[in-house]
């Protein structure tokens, strides 16, 4: 009797454990589209973290921006945030995805911003040049200037 009892609870906690936490949402967002707009709020929040002035001056409100651009409203993101999140596994594996697509951006921006800043640093040395050139110029003037007036001073002696 005490094992039937105990088979008995422990198939009650085993079906008991499976039952989902947060139901589906009605308009559920897939998964990639999930992915999408959680990886253009990291970047925003990234902007915010960087540049915070140039964010909320906008008129509009960016979250607002990037919820309507994938045509979902803030109530029905939360819901479905609430609901990926329920699943831990699976909310980690999306947010994975997430840092490897700015990964790969931030890979990219810092490439860009290398080769510009050895176009400038090009410019600057050809600035450098020509003005010690205009440099060098000026002073071979001033030294035949100067030339020629101990030749017109040697001469009246």
């Known amino acids: 009797m005490?094992?039937?009892?105990?088979?008995?609870?422990?198939?009650?906690?085993?079906?008991?454990c499976?039952?989902?936490?947060?139901?589906?949402?009605?308009?559920?967002?897939?998964?990639?589209?999930?992915?999408?707009?959680m990886y253009d709020l990291s970047l925003?929040?990234?902007?915010?973290?960087?540049?915070?002035v140039s964010v909320d001056s906008s008129e509009t409100d960016p979250t607002k921006f990037i919820?309507?651009?994938y045509k979902v409203d803030s109530l029905q993101f939360a819901?479905?945030?609430?609901?990926?999140?329920?699943?831990?596994d699976n909310y980690k594996d999306m947010f994975?995805?997430?840092?490897?697509r700015l990964a790969v951006k931030q890979r990219a921006i810092d490439s860009i911003v290398k080769i510009e800043e050895k176009k400038a640093l090009k410019v600057k040395v050809k600035k450098e040049?020509?003005?010690?050139?205009?440099?060098?110029?000026?002073?071979l003037k001033q030294q035949?200037?100067?030339?020629?007036?101990?030749?017109?001073?040697?001469?009246k002696r």
Not at 20 to 35: F, G, R, S
Not at 96 to 100: F, H, T, V, Y
Not at 144 to 155: A, E, F, L, P, T
Request: glycine letters at 2%; a positive charge; zero cysteines.
């Open 18 to 37: 499976k039952k989902e936490l947060v139901k589906q949402p009605a308009k559920l967002i897939e998964k990639e589209k999930m992915i999408d707009i």
């Open 144 to 155: 035949v200037n100067v030339d020629s007036i101990r030749k017109i001073i040697q001469s």
């Open 96 to 100: 994975d995805q997430i840092g490897k």
């Open 44 to 52: 925003l929040e990234a902007m915010k973290y960087q540049n915070p």
């Open 79 to 88: 819901q479905n945030n609430m609901y990926y999140a329920a699943d831990y």
């Open 2 to 16: 005490k094992n039937w009892i105990f088979i008995v609870l422990v198939l009650f906690l085993s079906v008991s």
């Open 129 to 139: 040049k020509a003005v010690n050139k205009d440099s060098l110029k000026t002073a």
């Open 67 to 69: 919820l309507k651009k």
